[in-house]
Structures are given as structure tokens and as C-alpha cells.
């Protein structure tokens, strides 16, 4: 199924991708992230907080946003 | 549909327009960083040339962290160029309208103002390693969203840094927050009309404090003051008296000029002869009238004019010498005593008393 997926860490990444029926949240941020720490990011589901273990459904909007982001001067 | 939910269409249909009709393609180079690079090193030679030691491995350290900066910018341009040069993803009306509708899930206070052409978003009361630096708000405006920088930060109740005023966060100063390590996700958010992501990209950078890259650093939020005048400024301006250790400012600090060290008023001495000021470890006192003079001054310890004194005081108290004539003369004289007579045998000798 697709989804759209928005990894603000890093340079940005936003775009349809195809997932597996029936994948949770936490899966996808694993294979995304390469398993870092899910406390260290905001996740969303079509804007809203959502668990862990949500399944994702076709056509949702899953964005991931790190806590911390060091500005500079 | 509410009053807030048809202005939340008409601002995302305007800022669809703008970014399908003029995509956002902008890069700059790190001009800031490389500016903050030359001016540490110019200090880093200057410290280098004065022999101040202590400050040359100081300098040459935040050299080291703002090279360090400038590779990460110079990085980060290249990334954001790459994002730009690739074809871009435009995020559908029907999103961009979404996106509007949920700021105030995330944010205590939103304004859509089509007036303005700007949507305003503000954050909870921001507090970073114990210093409040109040609520903020995060105004961007659409029609510039093809600048680099299309949005400005305003502190609501600004605690700005004692040093500047302008400064009211450690990485906001004129109301321009410096993205660091957020700079490539926002621009790429805003190119692609992803609103609530840029929202809460910056939310989050607010939210961090990053003690090696800052306008002022969080302990220098409240200033140090100069020890002698008072005068509150950033510790980094300081200069440190090297024999107290004191922090005083560049008006209140001296020179010595022998070793070219920092020395605060207090601790500078005057040499009594040639009137320069010099530190503890270039001064020293006249082994005879204990005043400070430089060690130019002095010879074998005393100072000129304790020598010159000397110099008289050997002059007065010389003895007067006796020559050997007047002592031979001395001894022919003849005595007067009665009791010594001359034998008439005895002509052509000398009495000469025992």
C-alpha cells in the first residue's frame, strides 16, 4: 500500500512509499531510521500523536521529527 | 465550515500557487561561518604575535569549533542545492489546507491573517538550562517564500541576552533565527508547502540549545561584569589579569610592557624611573629603598638613584692618607725632654724615644 513518509531529520526526505498491509508505526521507523531511539522523535500519523503499535492504512501521512535540533549562530 | 477553516483555504490555495508557480530554489554560502572562522583566526595571530599564550591555545580552540561549523554549513548547502536541483515534491492543496487546520494541535495560538499573508504560530514559554526566555512566535510569511529565510521569530516576553539586546535566545538575534542543523529540513519543508512540518521544525530548534554554537552562550546569558567598572558584556570580550586571575574589559586592562601579559589596574606597577607599567613578574624592588623598578632600571638590584647615594656616601667617609716625609721628619726632631741628654761622645746620633 502507499503511504506518504516525511523524515525531517537530516536534509529532509518527503515522498509516496510503498509499505507492506498491515505495518505498524513502530515498524516503519525502525526500517526508516535504522532503529534509533523513538523517544528522540516526534512521530505523526496524518498529523495527529499516535502509538506505537498504529497500523498504518492506505494513503496516511507518517512524519517524523527530531526532538532536538541544535541551531547554531 | 468555520471562519478559520475558509481562511485556512484561501492561505493554502495562495501558498500552492506560489510554490507550483515559483518553485523555491535558494542556496547561500556560509558567509557567517566564514567570517566567524577569518576574525578567530586574525585574534588567534594577534595573541600569537603579542606572545599571550594562554589566549593563543583559548583561540585556536573556538578556531578549531568554527572550522569545524563552517565544513557542516558548506555540507549542508550542498545538500540543500542537491534537493533543489532534483525534482521537487509539491504537497496538494487538499494537504497544504490539512496542514493549516492542525497547527492548533501542536501550537497554543494560531493566526492565519490573508491582510498579512502571514500564518502565525506560538510556542509555549521556552526555558533552556534554567534561563526563561519566554513564549515566541513564529511568523511566516507566503509571498516570500521563494527568499531564503521567508519568516521571522518574536520573543513575547523577551528575557534577551545582558550583553545584546538583540538577542533573545541563544540562536535568535534581530528576530533571525540561525537554523544550524535544522536549515536543509526546513528549506526542503518549505519547497515543498509542507507548513506544519516547517512549524515544527523550528518549534524544535527553539526548544534546543546547542552550547558549541550559540549567539551567547546560555552562562553569559545574564553577562559577566567587568571587575573593575562594572561594565556587563560577554565573557568571551573579557581579558584575564594574569597574575589575579580577575575578568576585566578592554578598557580596563593594561599591558606590560616587558612581557606584553594582561594585567588589571590593580595589579599593574609603576616602574619609579622609566614610569611604565609592568606585571608582578616583571618588576621588581630595590634591594635598598624597596621601591619597584623594572628590571631595566635596576643593576645588581639597586636602583640609580640608591646607587648614586652610595656612590657620595663612599666619597664622605674616606679616611685622610699621611705621606712618609712627614713621618721621617717626625722622627728626626729632637725631643724636648730634659731628661735625655746628648753625650758630646755621642754627636751625629739620634735620640730616639722607645
Known amino acids: 500500500m502507499k503511504i506518504l513518509f516525511i523524515n525531517n531529520d537530516g536534509g529532509g526526505f518527503a515522498d509516496f512509499i510503498e509499505v507492506a498491509e498491515g505495518i505498524t508505526v513502530n515498524e516503519l521507523f525502525e526500517q526508516k531510521t535504522n532503529s534509533k531511539r523513538a523517544d528522540d522523535y516526534l512521530i505523526r500519523v496524518n498529523r495527529q500523536p499516535c502509538s506505537s503499535q498504529q497500523v498504518l492504512q492506505e494513503g496516511d501521512r507518517i512524519s517524523i521529527t527530531p526532538t532536538k535540533i541544535e541551531g547554531a549562530w | 465550515m468555520t471562519t478559520y477553516n475558509r481562511i485556512a483555504w484561501q492561505a493554502a490555495s495562495a501558498i500552492h500557487e506560489k510554490l507550483r508557480d515559483h518553485p523555491v530554489v535558494t542556496t547561500k554560502l556560509p558567509q557567517t561561518a566564514w567570517h566567524k572562522a577569518e576574525q578567530l583566526l586574525r585574534k588567534v595571530n594577534q595573541a600569537e604575535q603579542r606572545g599571550w599564550q594562554a589566549a593563543a591555545i583559548k583561540l585556536r580552540g573556538r578556531y578549531l569549533q568554527s572550522l569545524e561549523c563552517l565544513r557542516n554549513s558548506v555540507s549542508q548547502v550542498q545538500t540543500e542545492l542537491q534537493t533543489a536541483l532534483s525534482p521537487p515534491f509539491?504537497?496538494?492543496?487538499?494537504?497544504?489546507?490539512?496542514?493549516?487546520?492542525?497547527?492548533?494541535?501542536?501550537?497554543?495560538?494560531?493566526?492565519?491573517?490573508?491582510?498579512?499573508?502571514?500564518?502565525?504560530?506560538?510556542?509555549?514559554?521556552?526555558?533552556?538550562?534554567?534561563?526563561?526566555?519566554?513564549?515566541?512566535?513564529?511568523?511566516?510569511?507566503?509571498?516570500?517564500?521563494?527568499?531564503?529565510?521567508p519568516y521571522q521569530i518574536e520573543a513575547l516576553e523577551p528575557n534577551p541576552a545582558a550583553s545584546s539586546d538583540c538577542t533573545t535566545h541563544p540562536h535568535i538575534q534581530d528576530d533571525r533565527l540561525c537554523e544550524g542543523d535544522g536549515r536543509a529540513a526546513i528549506q526542503a519543508a518549505l519547497q515543498q508547502g509542507r507548513i506544519s512540518d516547517f512549524f515544527l521544525l523550528v518549534r524544535q530548534i527553539l526548544q534546543t540549545y546547542n552550547p558549541d554554537s550559540p549567539y551567547i552562550r546560555l552562562d553569559n546569558?545574564?553577562?559577566?561584569?567587568?571587575?573593575?567598572?562594572?561594565?556587563?558584556?560577554?565573557?568571551?570580550?573579557?581579558?584575564?589579569?594574569?597574575?589575579?586571575?580577575s575578568e576585566i574589559c578592554p578598557e580596563c586592562s593594561s599591558s606590560c610592557q616587558k612581557c606584553y601579559e594582561t594585567v588589571c589596574t590593580r595589579c599593574s606597577q609603576l616602574c619609579e624611573q622609566c614610569c611604565d607599567y609592568f606585571c608582578s613578574g616583571c618588576i621588581d624592588q630595590c634591594s635598598t629603598c624597596e621601591n619597584s623598578y623594572c628590571q631595566e632600571c635596576l643593576s645588581h638590584e639597586i636602583c640609580q638613584s640608591c646607587l648614586e647615594k652610595q656612590a657620595e656616601n663612599e666619597e664622605e667617609t674616606e679616611p685622610p692618607q699621611e705621606t712618609d716625609t712627614e713621618t721621617t721628619e717626625t722622627e728626626n726632631q729632637p725631643t724636648d725632654n730634659p731628661d735625655l741628654t746628648v753625650h758630646p761622645v755621642c754627636v751625629g746620633e739620634v735620640v730616639v724615644s722607645a
Open chain 2, 90 to 149: 509539491l504537497t496538494p492543496l487538499e494537504l497544504i489546507y490539512k496542514d493549516l487546520c492542525s497547527l492548533s494541535g501542536e501550537f497554543d495560538e494560531v493566526e492565519i491573517s490573508l491582510f498579512h499573508q502571514q500564518i502565525r504560530c506560538r510556542t509555549p514559554e521556552i526555558e533552556l538550562e534554567g534561563v526563561p526566555l519566554g513564549r515566541f512566535s513564529i511568523a511566516l510569511n507566503w509571498p516570500h517564500l521563494n527568499q531564503i529565510q
Open chain 2, 221 to 245: 546569558w545574564l553577562g559577566t561584569s567587568c571587575r573593575d567598572c562594572d561594565s556587563l558584556m560577554d565573557r568571551g570580550e573579557l581579558y584575564c589579569c594574569r597574575d589575579c586571575d
